[in-house]
């Protein structure tokens, strides 16, 4: 009885899992060439996402925000290693991207409720909702990969740099241009929210 009760858990988790994300559908753009190369160099760097200090007080403000960070995440991501594994992923790649790691987790909660298989309507992938296209145009063109964790984060905050950097640093636009809606204010105002969630003071 037990097991067969274990069993429909495990199917709900697996539908649960598989559900659409609500996300927009970022457009495919004419990129310099210039552009594209730096961004195919960003997505293949083969480095681990393990952060390096020099400041032993960086080094503990860090691991101060990984403790707070999990407590938070504890109920989206019950496994305690792969908690660790995503919110280490996160800090590296935002800020090796010039993000703050508060915002991809906002950004991460509106557009896939933090779950790795999500897929939307429109068929962007993972936990930043990358659109398959880009694996073309900046990867090797293999969107099955959008499903690993560190590569969906690296896409995710390169592509979002990039916006902003195209839109000058204005972070609503970015936001915008993002999620396929620029100009609208619905998901950047979510973003911007649920980026108060995750901001941490030391």
Not at 55 to 83: A, C, F, P, Q
Not at 146 to 174: K, P, V, W
């Amino acid at each position: 009885m037990i097991g067969k009760y274990a069993g429909r858990l495990a199917f709900i988790a697996v539908l649960l899992a598989c559900l659409p994300a609500l996300a927009g559908n970022q457009k495919e753009e004419a990129l310099a060439d210039s552009v594209r190369i730096a961004l195919h160099n960003a997505i293949t760097d083969a480095r681990p996402p393990k952060p390096q200090f020099s400041d032993i007080n960086e080094r503990i403000k860090y691991l101060h925000w990984l403790g707070e960070m999990s407590e938070r995440l504890k109920k989206k991501l019950t496994d305690r290693h792969v908690r660790r594994e995503f919110l280490e992923t996160v800090w590296y790649e935002a800020r090796r991207a010039g993000l703050e790691p508060a915002l991809v987790l906002g950004l991460i909660q509106v557009e896939s409720a933090f779950r790795k298989y999500a897929v939307s309507h429109v068929g962007a992938h993972g936990y930043m909702q990358v659109m398959p296209f880009w694996t073309r145009v900046i990867g090797d063109g293999d969107r099955r990969k959008l499903f690993h964790m560190q590569t969906n984060l690296r896409y995710g905050c390169s592509i979002l740099r990039l916006y902003l950097d195209m839109e000058r640093g204005n972070l609503f636009l970015a936001l915008g241009r993002y999620n396929g809606s620029r100009g609208r204010p619905e998901y950047p105002n979510a973003v911007l929210a649920a980026w108060k969630r995750w901001e941490f003071k030391p």
